[in-house]
């Protein structure tokens, strides 16, 4: 599918974390993508000499769903986030679609394990709710899902209520309270990996922890055609 562009009318902008919203968006032409892919929002005049400026933001539901939903952090400063962060149900933004090849490569007889951090658990949500995960599944799926602490879970029930994928949060810095995993992502895959020859991984968040995890990786004898990788930058 080629690269077009669009316009966006906003139906929705809601909160998920103090930090992170999702707006939802419909075109005003067909729009075809596949779970895992981006767009790249136009940010009106926010460049040098007043240039448009273009930001990328992964898509959050399936291609099937409609609206379409983006998942997006605050970042302090950031034209990108102040732009999308400010716009109301019925105003329209523009942006070009599809981008990029991080998407779900069924395999025979493999396993999936996703690892995300902070709002890189979108990509997941979109891939896990598409028609090809559901007719070619993997043998078994593990979503890895790293935060600081409780306030920034998100997506909790859409992967809670799926059967078939177990899903682990990974807090670095929970409440006293907090009974699940305390530790980053790395700490869990050093701890509990396994089946490290049978699995495709599916890396998406900061640089920093995609290079560790991928570090971990090729210890176990994981080869580079088995990791899949989407790095988010501020």
């Not at 009318?9 to 909160?15: C, F």
């Not at 043998?139 to 209520?161: A, H, M, P, V, W």
């Not at 006293?176 to 995993?181: C, K, P, R, S, V």
Request: charged residues 25%.
């Amino acid at each position: 599918m080629s690269v077009q562009d669009y316009i966006c009318t906003v139906k929705s902008v809601r909160y998920l974390t103090p930090t992170v919203f999702e707006l939802s968006f419909e075109v005003t032409k067909p729009f075809d993508f596949k779970g895992g892919q981006f767009i790249s929002v136009v940010i009106p005049k926010a460049g040098p000499q007043g240039r448009d400026l273009r930001r990328a933001y992964s898509i959050a539901s399936h291609s099937e769903k409609r609206p379409i939903e983006l998942c997006v952090k605050r970042v302090e400063h950031g034209p990108g986030t102040a732009y999308m962060s400010e716009l109301h149900p019925g105003e329209n933004f523009s942006i070009y679609a599809p981008y990029g090849d991080f998407i779900y490569k069924p395999k025979h007889n493999k396993r999936v394990c996703f690892v995300a951090t902070g709002t890189g658990v979108a990509p997941f949500r979109s891939m896990v709710f598409s028609k090809s995960f559901i007719e070619q599944p993997p043998i078994s799926t593990f979503c890895l899902f790293g935060i600081r602490d409780e306030s920034e879970i998100i997506y909790k029930e859409d992967f809670q209520n799926k059967s078939d994928i177990k899903w682990i949060p990974a807090l670095s810095h929970p409440s006293a309270t907090w009974t699940g995993f305390k530790g980053r992502v790395t700490d869990y895959l050093r701890a509990f990996g396994s089946s490290w020859l049978e699995t495709e991984y599916y890396l998406c968040g900061n640089g920093a922890m995609i290079q560790e995890v991928k570090e971990i990786l090729k210890n176990h004898g994981v080869t580079k055609e088995s990791m899949h990788q989407e790095i988010y930058y501020k």
